[in-house]
């Protein structure tokens, strides 16, 4: 009995204090990337051809956060010039399009879909299918119920069941062998429902898209609300989004 | 005698130098091999010049590889010995070939094989539910089944489960997997050397670092590239970080799975700062980016090394303390103590790797036994707890975390200099031409391992991975024999396998 109230003592209060306050990120950590207009047009595109992820537009000078999986070879081989990626966590969208950025992105608080907030801004019930995702991203969505983050202090759960579920948060590239249970659980989920798509991989295929067993992003298979992009996304990333598009 | 010969581990082959067997003394002298104690690392088949091959990679105290060419069917090898069984049913899935007389001949990830024979398993893929297959079937009158997946309660991975319970008594096990296969094997061997070490590092995401490792590696053993002695010391940091993260993960939730909440909570949040130190390392909580062919992208600057040894100093009276409080808890004893028992004599039998090897009594240790990076310079000691049931996977656990902070503490303990890589892309477009190389290192879970063929141009003919996870499932089905089906979460977390990584 000491021993669970030393312990108790020692782990103190540790819940972070976002959204008031933006907890710090360490700074090798690469957010939003910001792209300058200026580069040299030689730069840009020594930069789309170092892109693993083929993610660079040369001729609009602009970055897809769909593909990129925010390895930073661009901001190194171009020492900034070209692009640097910053702290800035607060990176999703609601239009897919909006995914291709020069680093002005659109306020996720202001999606035209606002009557999402009536119905879900104060209780929110999520059901979490991993659709061929590797792991990562399900563990820094796992990681919102643990006491940092407490998701729960904002009406926001992940449940057992498409049938209690408000919505589904999809992670992975969707493999063929995943499709049909992946759609059997979003029909079983009750309408009005929404879909979140979370990854690199369910943006876009990510680093699978040139296989045969994946689809090209979720997307061409069901209406995706919300694009939660990284690789993973940070559990910030994950958080922000959820709390732009669902809170007043 | 045997033909088989010794292979460096982490080194280059030339493939001419490596046995080419008629298939009946391959046969015979594979399985001499194990059946006296050795392990199987590798057993695969390759396209070479329009003719199929096969090759194994043994493991005794050293590891030893012999080929031969690949019959459209041959007599099988697990019915002698069952550490083939499951590479047998991959050579059969992914290239049509037969082993007559295998016990148990089912797909392993559901798809087609690659040269389009006809499909061993007599699968119509244009159903496209792994799942569609007559599930092994006890029968009796107070007989019923349980089915799971492939969607779980929880935010985790897909696949299936189904149970032959009498009762609440599992008298059988059968875990169909496939429903994450993302055809990564394929990817590998036609990647552009920029796309390569993203495929590695996406094999398993909370592998990162163990299957980059096991990829930079072969990558330089056939370029002939050397690594700095630094950067050897960043990626065993990053490998022990990786472990540490995983392993106090596994231990929260194992509390979760016997209702003590306090110290899950506690490991929940924990586990994320150790994330976190591994994005100081390399901005990525996974360790993505950090290793390439050659070294690592991120040196290990004075200021990090000095805020990552404060974390660790931070953080380390709170594990131990959380570790105590679990493990003097009669109750967590109580629950997992003589829980799902897997018997040293099974264990070897089913070839099991890593944490749920040692608490079964495998000593095998890749850092110990084949030690690569910075590993030939600590001291990986046995693990001697070795009951085989959930009480032991998670003690391993508990040892191997104090290790690694121990480790990571001590190489941290002066300056670390190195050369910073980035994408490792031209050691991998000079690729010696007809070799081969075999990596292996110790991920979280156990032997992770990779193995690449060349052809006579220098390009990568065949890519093969293997995650511990292939050898472990298995293990876990074997631990659910007897036990109550209200365990079957307690034991899966014993375990925690990956789904991806055996998918691939």
Known sequence: MLTILKNRFEQGYRTCNYPKEKPAVFSRYRGKPVIRKTADQDMVSACADACPQDAIDVDNKKIDMGRCIFCGTCERLSKGEFVTFTGDFEISTAKKEDLLTDGDLPSLAQHAKQHFKKLFGRSLQLRQVSAAGCNACEADLNVLATPFFDLARFGINFVASPRHADAIVVTGPVSRNMKTALLQTYEAVPEPRVVIAVGSCTLTGGPFSHSAEVAKGLDTILPVDLFIPGCPPHPLTNLHGLLAFFKA | ?504
């Open chain 2, 1 to 504: 005698m045997t033909q088989f010969i010794p292979i460096p581990s982490g080194g280059r082959v030339q493939r001419a130098d490596i046995p080419h067997l008629p298939f009946d003394s391959f046969r015979t002298q594979a399985l001499e091999i194990v059946k006296n104690g050795g392990k199987v690392v590798h057993f695969f088949a390759y396209e070479d010049q329009g003719s199929m091959k096969l090759m194994a990679v043994l493991r005794t105290d050293r590891l030893l590889a012999a080929g031969c060419d690949a019959p459209d069917t041959y007599p099988c090898l697990t019915k002698a010995c069952e550490p083939f069984h499951l590479f047998e049913r991959e050579i059969a899935e992914q290239y049509g070939i037969r082993p007559e007389g295998h016990p148990w001949l089912k797909m392993v990830r559901y798809h087609e094989n690659i040269r389009k024979k006809p499909d061993v398993f007599n699968n119509d893929y244009t159903h496209d539910i792994p799942g569609n297959y007559d599930y092994y079937q006890v029968k009796g009158d107070e007989i019923h089944e349980v089915a799971v997946g492939p969607v779980h309660a929880g935010v985790i991975e897909p696949g299936h489960f189904r149970f032959n319970c009498i009762g609440e008594r599992v008298l059988h096990l059968e875990i169909q997997l496939g429903y994450q296969h993302r055809g990564v094997e394929a990817l590998l061997q036609t990647a552009k050397p920029k796309q390569l070490p993203i495929l590695a590092e996406n094999i398993a995401g909370d592998t990162t670092i163990g299957h980059g490792l096991c990829m930079a590696q072969a990558v330089e053993a056939l370029a002939s590239v050397q690594v700095d002695a630094g950067a050897k010391i960043i990626r065993t940091i990053a490998l022990e970080l990786e472990r540490l993260a995983n392993h106090i993960g596994d231990l929260g939730a194992l509390c979760m799975d016997v209702a003590f909440l306090a110290p899950a909570n506690y490991f929940g949040r924990i586990r994320g700062d150790f994330l976190n130190l591994s994005l100081l390392l390399c901005g990525n909580r996974f360790g993505k980016g950090l290793v390439r062919p050659g070294g690592v992208r991120f040196s290990l600057d004075d200021d990090i090394r000095k805020t990552l040894d404060e974390r660790i100093k931070e953080l380390k009276p709170q594990v131990e303390h959380v570790l105590e409080l679990i493990f003097s808890a009669s109750t967590v004893r109580a629950r997992f103590e003589g829980c799902g028992s897997v018997r040293a004599e099974d264990a070897d039998h089913l070839g099991l790797v890593g944490p749920a090897g040692r608490a079964s009594g495998l000593a095998y240790d890749a850092r110990r036994c084949f030690a690569t990076e910075h590993y030939p310079h600590l001291l990986i000691p046995e693990n001697a707890k070795a009951t085989g049931d959930v009480y032991a996977r998670a003690r391993v656990r508990y040892d191997e975390v104090h290790q690694s902070i121990e480790i990571i503490q001590f190489l941290i303990g002066k300056s670390v200099d190195t050369q910073p890589v980035e994408g490792g892309t031209q050691a991998l477009q000079a690729l010696a031409p007809s070799s081969f190389a075999v990596t292996l290192n110790e991920g979280w879970r156990g032997e992770v391992s990779h193995a690449v063929l060349t052809d006579d141009a220098g390009n990568i003919l065949r890519y093969k991975v293997k995650d511990p996870s292939f050898h472990n499932w298995n293990g876990l089905a074997m631990a659910l024999r007897d036990t109550g089906i209200s365990d079957f979460p307690l034991n899966n977390k014993s375990f925690n396998l990956s789904y991806c990584g055996f998918d691939l």
